[in-house]
């Protein structure tokens, strides 16, 4: 008889998803890529929107994929990113595809809504930073009639369960990133809500991470050929997910989750949304068993990214960095911060721009467009690393990076080196992992998360990268007094 337990993880990113079909054997996390898929928005009805009618039919399809290797009977959960959310009416029925964050409808929100709620009094409600792309900025510059036709609001891995199953709930640790969770209430902020013409109803109730969601419908089974599925809302936020796959142990460690965004901070059993917390704009989105992700967004590879499709993907990520390696460093310094950088028609340009209006030099070659990328990032890293110790009140002694940049040797010593800490890096799929994880806490095959996290451990091969003594630190100095000139610059 074949007792194997098999879990599978929908992992949706802006750019491509996957379902990763998982099982432990030999005492060791066994991870298989089943299905893989493109995703990204489209320019619809006036928006940049996402097709999300065809995530729902690649997650079935890739189930069938699983089903056809005689694997009958699946657990399974979904992530995604987080902030942008499905409009449902009466019926059940979506009101029109979900408008993407990198949209350009909320550049002014912010300084809309704040200039009747202060900043301030935000923050000190929900301890969530400041995006444009906020959920509550969203919101508040969404179609009012769209709005009163709205029976219920669902995030996005909230409605791909909702279709599957027809059971709809919200997930906390992404619900937090809408930036109208209160706190100490634990619950929507009616104040909140009513700035942006939303009644806390519309939106499905509260759920915890490793929540049994429901079995896919029968209908489902009528047109795919799938397995018998029962979905646990994991930890839907992708960040979440990683951070809960991310081996780290003590309180003196960090996370960096790297992929089209960068995440970087602490787990914490408190929220900290303070005054240096506010001004530095660190978020507390909620995390799994009752944690705290004290983090701040960084842009991320995304810039990579889109350099790689400008030049026509005639490099690979490992070929741009191997170029970079062969560039002198530290020659332009770029906010990766800035908005500019956010959805530019050109990438490349945006960043000689960049450089020229900074008198700095210009990189025009695909080896020196990655330089600038990767050391920029790594200053940034080890800015923000500093200015996280300071906040969380204790050393920061180990970043553990996981994700798609934990495969940047280049990144990963430079960090190391300019932050002048241990970095761990590794394992690249910690948002799967971390999926899974919940999943296996829920069915009761791992007791804990710590117990998951050594488990990870012993499943993974980790690389360690310690800081070079011989680093200039007078770069990461400068790198600070230049962010500072350029936010002085922006007030």
């Not at 599925?229 to 003590?250: K, Q, R």
Request: aromatic letters at 10%; one cysteine or more; glycine letters at 8%.
């Amino acid at each position: 008889m074949n007792t194997m337990h098999y879990y599978v993880a929908v992992d949706i990113g802006a750019s491509s998803g996957r379902l990763i079909l998982a099982s432990v054997e030999e005492g060791k996390l066994h991870l298989e890529e089943a299905h893989r898929f493109k995703n990204g928005f489209e320019h619809v009805e006036g928006h940049d929107r996402w097709q999300v009618d065809h995530l729902i039919c690649e997650v079935l399809e890739g189930l069938s994929k699983i089903k056809a290797r005689g694997i009958n009977h699946v657990n399974l959960g979904i992530d995604t990113w987080a902030v942008d959310y499905v409009l449902i009416d009466e019926a059940g029925n979506k009101l029109h595809d979900p408008i993407a964050y990198r949209d350009s409808r909320t550049n002014q929100a912010i300084a809309n809504l704040t200039s009747a709620l202060p900043k301030e009094y935000i923050y000190e409600k929900t301890g969530i930073q400041f995006q444009a792309f906020n959920t509550l900025y969203q919101l508040y510059t969404e179609d009012k009639n769209d709005l009163k036709r709205a029976d219920k609001i669902m995030m996005i891995p909230d409605y791909l369960g909702y279709v599957l199953t027809g059971n709809a709930v919200t997930e906390v640790t992404n619900a937090s990133t809408t930036q109208m969770l209160n706190l100490r209430q634990g619950l929507f902020d009616k104040d909140l809500m009513a700035e942006v013409d939303v009644d806390a109803d519309q939106f499905p109730h509260l759920v915890e991470a490793g929540t049994l969601l429901g079995s896919v419908r029968r209908k489902w089974h009528k047109q795919y050929d799938i397995p018998e599925t029962d979905v646990i809302t994991t930890a839907t936020h992708d960040t979440a997910s990683a951070v809960v796959g991310t081996p780290g142990f003590g309180e003196n460690w960090a996370f960096l989750s790297s992929g089209t965004w960068s995440l970087l901070g602490a787990e914490l059993n408190t929220p900290e949304n303070g005054l240096a917390a506010f001004k530095e704009n660190y978020t507390n989105e909620w995390g799994a068993y009752g944690t705290y992700r004290f983090l701040k967004n960084i842009m991320g590879l995304w810039i990579i990214q889109k350099v790689k499709a400008e030049l026509n993907d005639q490099y690979s990520f490992a070929d741009l960095a191997d170029l970079a390696q062969q560039e002198p460093a530290f020659r332009t310094f770029i906010d990766v911060n800035d908005l500019r950088f956010q959805n530019p028609d050109s990438m490349i340009k945006e960043l000689q721009a960049y450089a020229k209006e900074t008198d700095q030099f210009v990189p025009t070659t695909p080896g020196a467009l990655a330089r600038v990328i990767y050391d920029n990032l790594s200053l940034y890293y080890a800015d923000s690393v500093q200015k996280l110790a300071q906040i969380v009140g204790h050393p920061i002694t180990t970043l553990n990076i996981v994700g798609g940049g934990s495969n940047v040797a280049l990144m990963n010593q430079m960090t190391a080196d300019l932050a002048g800490i241990t970095v761990v890096a590794g394992p690249g799929e910690a948002t799967a992992i971390g999926n899974i994880m919940v999943q296996m806490i829920a069915t009761g095959q791992v007791k804990d998360v710590v117990a998951g996290r050594h488990l990870i451990e012993d499943s993974f091969d980790l690389k360690t990268f310690q800081p070079d003594a011989k680093q200039d630190p007078h770069v990461l100095a400068n790198y600070q007094a230049f962010l500072a000139r350029q936010l002085k610059g922006d007030d």
